[in-house]
């Protein structure tokens, strides 16, 4: 009898350590197998060989015919569990998918050699930059919109693939895949494999058994959880648009998914580029510290005839500006009017989804609130339902004020689908589209890339869905409908997520195709994250930020870790958030803990949120406070 370590992929299973278990048969470490747990059959996977121990053991069951995962990707999910703590049945399946099976394997990829000869050779400065990147290690790319990164990463891929090593080249968003799969396809063929969450379950698990059955270097695309395909002899690891917060793992275990390429390429000593217009700057601050190698891309990788990009600032506070529309501007509604008129594109920016985001009784003040946590309703007006975006609670519209009965209730505070309704009436020849996260499957960006590319489409209006990584050679006038929303959030990086997202998405024009213009909608026009994100001043940003993390200590100067508590009233939650500050106090670690305070979300499914916030220089003491935490209604965040 053979005795095995195993790490069950299930959710119920919130032990750390991994479980023993027996088999008659010699098996491999990385094994993918099912054993009985409690009273169910799960999936799992052997980690180590050990001896007969002290206590009973059950059977291991079924024995799938797969090759062993990879020994690296149990060392990186083993690290990953150290780094960030989560419950070792959570870690397993970032892993292994959930319906694994060896029932009808899928064909082997074959594929040709790479072929260089439809894109662009490479322009004198990313012959440089390339140049410079040739040693495993992280490179942090500083690449304006438009100076090719993407051409490079093609570069670097080639290169990699020519010794036989495989790449993943990741993006923030499920709905750009498409658009950088398709040009690595058009050098790789076959070799470029596409793997995310949203295909479906078949597809899904047809891809990841491709990957792991391969003897053929692959190229494979996709979010953050491409980072643990089973691929073996990675030799590039490529974090596209680096600094985008959807990198970061809201759920157990948090991880980010910088930190775990920076590890997994350390395994495989590969190389890291951290890609990106406007890098995080933390990311920027710690290249600098420990003297990482920044390339920069200064110039456009497409030479243009035209002069720069136009940017008109419309300050929202001169209300005659908005003498046809309540929202959009009049110099925003002329542009829009000359771009179809030269038959180009136009994109509107607007970070809010629905219809309208306050519903609200003028007779009484009533404000429609979801009743589980007490959050303002969003109206969609497709569907006529108020909705909550946290909880997904929805309703129907009243027709009258639920508490004075008035029928005078009014929408205020305009979303992407008023939008589309707005410019739909004002330009009723136009093809108008939505691409946010309200869309439907069949709606989604991915799947209507070709038509928007090929200018099917006369308007885009979505959220920062459309503000990453687009290229549309005729999309020419760009309308962002409110520049100052995400300088309203109650985070630290909000100045620095504004310049992003409004540097961001002015790169969707002025990019050498067609002359671009842009008007920029803000109650707020002289606040340096707008100035310096028109500007393009990078440097001046870098160095104000920076400065004010210091004075207000926040990262990279510290450490931080959130502790939420949930309670069933408010004064029960902020008395347990008291109770843990003080043992915390007690337990003499080296922190600064601020808080307690009401959570963001204070009330969420029927529960009261308090949080603690901590910081600290040394990360591990932030580890020791997670030791520490009651095992009941506490949730953890390390790195938020």
């Known amino acids: 009898m053979y005795f095995y370590e195993v790490w069950v992929r299930s959710n119920k299973y919130h032990g750390s350590g991994a479980l023993t278990y027996q088999s008659a048969q010699q098996l491999s470490v990385g094994s993918i197998v099912s054993v009985p747990m409690q009273r169910d059959k799960v999936m799992a ?146 070799r470029v494999v596409v793997l995310h969450s949203q295909q479906s379950p078949k597809e899904r698990r047809e891809k990841w058994q491709q990957i792991l059955l391969s003897q053929e270097p692959l190229v494979v695309v996709g979010p953050r959880s491409a980072l643990f395909s089973p691929l073996k002899n990675i030799g590039l690891i490529v974090l596209d648009e680096s600094h985008e917060p959807a990198y970061k793992q809201e759920q157990a275990p948090h991880y980010q998914a910088g930190r775990v390429a920076a590890k997994l390429a350390q395994l495989h000593g590969s190389m890291l580029v951290l890609g990106s217009a406007t890098p995080s700057v933390s990311d920027y601050y710690l290249a600098e510290q420990k003297q990482k190698p920044i390339i920069e891309l200064t110039e456009l990788a497409t030479a243009s005839e035209h002069a720069e990009t136009k940017v008109q600032v419309v300050d929202l506070k001169d209300r005659s500006l908005l003498s046809r529309n309540p929202s959009l501007s009049q110099p925003l509604l002329e542009a829009i009017e000359a771009a179809l008129l030269r038959k180009e594109q136009v994109l509107l920016y607007l970070n809010r989804r629905g219809t309208a985001r306050i519903i609200l009784c003028e007779n009484c003040g009533w404000q429609a609130m979801c009743p589980h946590c007490d959050l303002p309703l969003t109206y969609h007006g497709d569907q006529h339902l108020l909705r909550c975006h946290v909880c997904n609670h929805h309703e129907p519209v009243p027709a009258a004020c639920p508490a004075c009965n008035h029928p005078s209730i009014i929408y205020r505070s305009i979303g992407t689908k008023a939008v589309a309704d707005d410019v739909s009436r004002l330009f009723p020849g136009a093809r108008v589209q939505r691409f946010d996260t309200d869309n439907t499957k069949a709606e989604r960006f991915e799947n209507h890339f070709s038509s928007v590319h090929a200018g099917d489409v006369d308007i885009l209006v979505g959220t920062q869905l ?29 100045n620095e997520r504004t310049y992003q997202l409004l540097t961001q998405v002015l790169g969707r024009v002025g990019r050498g195709h067609v002359a671009g213009s842009a008007i920029i909608q803000t109650y707020q026009p002289e606040h340096p994250a707008i100035q310096t994100a028109i500007t393009g001043d990078w440097q001046e940003f870098y160095k104000a930020e920076l400065e004010s993390r210091k004075l207000f200590n926040f990262p990279p100067f510290v450490y931080l870790l959130k502790l939420t508590v949930r309670r069933a009233s408010t004064k029960t939650a902020e008395k347990a958030a008291e109770d843990f500050a003080e043992v915390l106090r007690k337990a003499k670690l080296k922190i600064e803990i601020d808080g307690p305070a009401p959570a963001f ?32 209604g506490w949730s953890y965040d390390i790195d938020p």
């Open 601 to 632: 979300h204070e009330k969420f499914q029927n529960k009261y949120q308090w949080q603690l916030v901590l910081k600290a220089k040394d990360r591990t003491q932030l580890l020791e406070v997670i030791k520490l935490l009651p095992s009941s």
């Open 45 to 190: 996977v052997i980690t180590k060989v050990v001896t007969q121990p002290a206590f009973t053991t059950k059977d291991i069951g079924q024995v799938y015919g797969l090759p062993p995962v990879p020994e690296h990707l149990l060392r990186l999910s083993e690290w990953l569990q150290a780094y960030y703590p989560a419950p070792l049945g959570l870690v397993t399946q970032q892993v292994i998918p959930a319906d694994v099976n060896d029932k009808k394997l899928p064909a082997p990829i074959t594929a040709g050699a790479p072929d260089l000869s439809n894109v662009p050779p490479l322009t004198d400065q990313q012959q440089e930059a390339v140049a410079g990147m040739v040693n495993p290690g992280t490179y942090l790319l500083h690449g304006t919109t438009g100076s090719g990164k993407t051409r490079l990463y093609i570069e670097l891929a080639y290169r990699r693939l020519a010794n036989g090593r495989s790449c993943i080249i990741l993006t923030p968003e499920i709905s750009l895949t498409s658009q950088l799969a398709e040009r690595f396809r058009q050098v790789f063929g076959e």
């Open 466 to 494: 459309l503000a990453k990584g687009l290229d549309l050679p005729r999309l020419s006038t760009l309308g962002i409908i409110a520049a100052n929303t995400s300088l309203a959030m109650p985070d630290f990086s909000a």
